[in-house]
């Protein structure tokens, strides 16, 4: 079963704009979270992480928030850039505490249009 | 610092035949993982090492395996290719174990399987 969902296969936007990935776990346990972006033909590249302890951490032009009741976290970049173009990949560890055990969603491919 | 490296960068293998991959952590790494990337089931987890002990291992058959060495460098096997072995093999370092630690992907090898 997926533990990890990205609903969203691919999302568009205006250069400038604030564009928004969502990302829903099934597993409580879950005790941290993390963002991946993916270029074709590159290894994922980490942008941002959140513990569970926390419900938002923002870097620059990226915040990710997280709703541990609706167990459910979203990326948000402002502004997008075309640069942001890219898959944007949702991982969470599994909650064994000592293991590097990464589950990703399927992804989300961000367009975003000068 | 020299990033994470993977060789190959491509590989065509037949049906039947076994491979071995490698992977080179950034320097001082002592936790290397390995995934599987395919269309369909995105980025799943195959195995990590740490201190050349295997930490923990995703739900693939046995014919998938690993070892990691003691200058940290890892190599990761496939016995008895399958045509749906077909897929992107990703490798990530960290300093430590734990998805609380940020993962450095490499590039990945592109394994063909015909």
């Known amino acids: 079963d997926q533990q990890v969902k990205q609903n969203s296969p691919s999302l568009s936007v205006q250069e400038g704009r604030i564009s928004i990935l969502n990302c829903d776990y099934t597993n409580s346990m879950f005790d941290y979270f993390l963002w991946y972006k993916k270029y074709p033909a590159e290894g994922p590249t980490f942008l941002i992480s959140i513990s569970s302890i926390k419900d938002k951490n923002e870097d620059g032009r990226f915040t990710v928030f997280l709703n541990k009741s609706a167990k459910h976290l979203s990326l948000h970049i402002v502004p997008s850039q075309p640069g942001d173009s890219a898959v944007y990949f949702c991982a969470a560890n599994d909650g064994s505490g000592n293991t590097g055990k990464l589950i990703f969603g399927q992804g989300t491919t961000l367009q975003v249009k000068p | ?114």
């Open chain 2, 1 to 114: 610092k020299a990033g994470v490296t993977q060789t190959p960068r491509y590989l065509i293998k037949t049906r039947g035949q076994q491979v071995t991959l490698s992977c080179s952590p950034i320097s001082g790494h002592r936790s290397v993982s390995w995934y599987q990337q395919t269309p369909g089931q995105g980025l799943q987890f195959l195995f990590e090492y740490f201190s050349e002990t295997q930490r923990n291992k995703g739900n693939f058959p046995g014919r998938f395996s690993g070892r990691q060495f003691s200058n940290s460098r890892s190599e990761m096997n496939v016995s008895t290719l399958e045509l749906g072995d077909s897929a992107l093999y990703l490798c990530a370092s960290s300093a430590r174990t734990g998805g609380n630690y940020g993962y450095t992907f490499g590039s990945g090898t592109r394994l063909t399987v015909v």
